[in-house]
C-alpha cells in the first residue's frame, strides 16, 4: 500500500509505499465487540494476555513446500482474475518505494512487532507470511530456532528485495521461499503451517473475509495468526471524512490500499480465539489508526 503525504503547497507532495500491504486508517470502530478491544499508543505498548503460540519454520536444509498442485493452478488462475497484471515498471516502482520509504514507520512500529513476534519464539517451525513485501519483518525472525518461511505477494518484483532481506537477517536461501499468489488463494495445503504473519496486508486484498478464510484454512489446529493493520477512522470524525474523500484515489495509486476498512471487525468476525488491539502512530495522520494482536486457529 501506499502512504501520501499532504503540505499546505501540495495536495500531495509524495507518494510513499509501505510494506506489504499497507497502512491503513485511522480508529476502527469495533464497538460491537469492545471486550476483545483495548486502545495503546507507541509510547505504551501493552500486550494482550493471548499472546502465545506457535511460529516460523524449520528445514534447515530442505525448502518447505507443502504446495498441492491443485492449489497451485487454482491460485494461478486467481491471480489473473483478481488481480490483472499491471506494466513491469509500475511494479517496479512499486516494489522499489517500499523498500526505500519506508524507514520512518518502520521505526515508530517496531515495538509492536517485536511484542508480537516475541510470542514465536521456540513455538513454531513453519511460518507463511501474506503479502510480504520487501521483507521488512525478517529482522524480526532472527531469535526464533529452526526457521522457514514462505513469503506470498502478487508482485513479483518485490522478489530481490525480499531475499536481500532474509540474507540480511541470516536466513540461508533454502530457509525462504517466494511465491507469486494472493491472499485470497494461498497455493499451500490444509493445516500446512504453524504460524501465518500479515502486516499492512488486509487493506489491499479484494476480499478481507476470503483471506481470512484461506488463513484458517492452511493454519494447523492452534496454529498462531499474528496481524498490524491499519484501520477506518470512527465513524463522523474528521479524520474519517479525510479518509472518505481519499480512498479512491489511494486505491489507484496504493495498489488497491482502502482507507476505510474495519478490519478488525473482520478479523473478529473470522472467530479466531484472541483479541484485537487498537494503537495510533502519531506520524502517519490519516493512517495512523491501527489494529493489531496474535490469534488463534
Request: proline letters at 5%; one cysteine or more; charged letters at 20%.
Amino acid at each position: 500500500m501506499a502512504i501520501l503525504h499532504f503540505s499546505s503547497s501540495s495536495l500531495i507532495s509524495t507518494i510513499i509505499h509501505s510494506p506489504r500491504r499497507k497502512i491503513r486508517a485511522l480508529q476502527d470502530s469495533i464497538k460491537t465487540q469492545k471486550n476483545l478491544i483495548t486502545t495503546d499508543s507507541v509510547s505504551s505498548f501493552s500486550f494482550c494476555t493471548c499472546g502465545r503460540k506457535h511460529f516460523i519454520g524449520a528445514m534447515t536444509s530442505i525448502p518447505f513446500l507443502p504446495i498441492s498442485p491443485s492449489s497451485a493452478s487454482t491460485s494461478t488462475v486467481d491471480l489473473k482474475r483478481l488481480r490483472p497484471p499491471k506494466p513491469d515498471w509500475y511494479e517496479e516502482f512499486f516494489a522499489w518505494s517500499m523498500n526505500t520509504e519506508m524507514e520512518s514507520y518502520e521505526k515508530e512500529i517496531s515495538d509492536y512487532k517485536m511484542k508480537l513476534f516475541d510470542n514465536l519464539v521456540g513455538k513454531a517451525e513453519k511460518v507463511l507470511e501474506i503479502g510480504i513485501g520487501t521483507g521488512p519483518n525478517f529482522k524480526y525472525y532472527t531469535a526464533i530456532p529452526n526457521l522457514s518461511v514462505i513469503g506470498i505477494d502478487p508482485n513479483a518484483k518485490m522478489e530481490s528485495y525480499a531475499r536481500k532481506s532474509a540474507a540480511e537477517a541470516g536466513l540461508k536461501p533454502e530457509e525462504f521461499t517466494f511465491i507469486q499468489a494472493l491472499g485470497e488463494s494461498i497455493p499451500l495445503e490444509d493445516a500446512s503451517v504453524d504460524a501465518v504473519v500479515g502486516t499492512l496486508v488486509l487493506c489491499s486484498v479484494k476480499d478481507v473475509t476470503q483471506t481470512l478464510n484461506e488463513i484458517k484454512r492452511i493454519l494447523r489446529p492452534g496454529g498462531t495468526y499474528i496481524f498490524i493493520e491499519h484501520v477506518a477512522a470512527e465513524d463522523g470524525t474528521f479524520l474519517r471524512l479525510v479518509q472518505n474523500v481519499l480512498d479512491p484515489l489511494q486505491q489507484v495509486v496504493a495498489d488497491g490500499c482502502h482507507l476505510t476498512r474495519h478490519t478488525g471487525e473482520s478479523i473478529l468476525e473470522a472467530r479466531f480465539n484472541g483479541g484485537v488491539r487498537m494503537a495510533s502512530l502519531s506520524r502517519f495522520a490519516y493512517i495512523s489508526s491501527h489494529v493489531y494482536g496474535v490469534a488463534y486457529n
